[in-house]
């Protein structure tokens, strides 16, 4: 965005690219950064990576026996990616071996009204990686139990990597998504058919098992596209 102009009830927002948008409400999104104590960080000798403390996967820093994890490192800025981090850094200054190598597998969520949650990769991720996927689509205002809470706005999208069939990542907007991306993420990565897998009917969680058997294109209330 380079200006913003306020007329009457409106805001005329103008964007670098030449085009503009009128709206009655702007949310600024700033981020976030990390914040760390410097003299802490001078009197550990710890390296940075910018405003964040740099770990190794196993979430210790450049002096050995040394931890960071959460904001301090930059890495999710989220309270469960913290937790996840502080029980890897747990286990491993008592001598265990965890890891974690992948941060897409953290979930992202967020609480707005329809809300988003996402887990995996998403598209643009897949197509920087240069992956052929295909994405299986499933909507609210198809679901049963939706119909009866009338709350049919939003979808599931689920990508497959069309070489080795393996679940990549969902994507999710519409209403209680936050709670259902935990079975996304469970089930990533997992071998057995979701075809296979009984959902309970009529619960909105079926809108993640139609998406992902679409898919495969099985989606049985979905008919399969060519
Ligand atoms: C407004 C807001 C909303 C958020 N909502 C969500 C959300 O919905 N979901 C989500 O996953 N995440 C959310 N987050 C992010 C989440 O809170 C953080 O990512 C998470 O708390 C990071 O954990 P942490 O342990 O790294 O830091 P913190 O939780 O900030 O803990 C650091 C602790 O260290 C203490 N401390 C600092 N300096 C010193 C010192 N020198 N000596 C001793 N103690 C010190 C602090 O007092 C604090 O208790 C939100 C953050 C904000 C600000």
Same mark, same amino acid.
């Given at each position: 965005m380079t200006t913003s102009e306020k007329s009457g009830s409106k805001i005329k927002l103008s964007l670098e690219d030449g085009t503009s948008i009128e709206a009655e409400k702007v949310l600024v999104s700033v981020g976030r950064k990390a914040f760390c104590d410097n003299q802490t960080v001078k009197n550990l000798s710890l390296q940075m990576n910018g405003s964040a403390i740099k770990v190794n996967d196993r979430m210790e !820093? *450049? &002096?050995?026996?040394v931890y960071a994890i959460g904001d301090a490192v930059g890495t999710t800025y989220l309270a469960h990616g913290a937790f996840l981090e502080a029980e890897t850094a747990a286990e491993n200054a008592m001598g265990g071996k965890a890891? $974690? %190598?992948?941060? #897409? =597998? &953290?979930p992202r969520a967020v609480y707005t009204f329809p809300e988003v949650a996402s887990v995996g990769k998403n598209e643009t991720k897949c197509k920087q990686a240069g992956i052929d996927y295909t994405v299986g689509r499933s909507f609210f205002r198809a679901n049963g139990r939706s119909l009866a809470h009338n709350e049919t706005v939003g979808e599931v999208r689920v990508i497959r990597d @069309? @070489? !080795? *069939?393996? $679940? =990549?990542g969902v994507t999710m907007v519409g209403a209680g998504v936050t709670e259902m991306i935990a079975a996304a993420r469970i089930l990533l990565? #997992? @071998? %057995? @058919?979701i075809s296979e897998i009984s959902f309970a009917h009529p619960t909105v969680s079926e809108v993640l098992k139609e998406a992902w058997e679409d898919a495969f294109g099985l989606g049985l209330h979905i008919p399969p596209r060519t």
């Open positions: !820093t *450049n &002096v050995p026996g890891r $974690i %190598e992948d941060y #897409s =597998l &953290v @069309k @070489k !080795t *069939n393996q $679940i =990549l990565g #997992s @071998k %057995e @058919k």
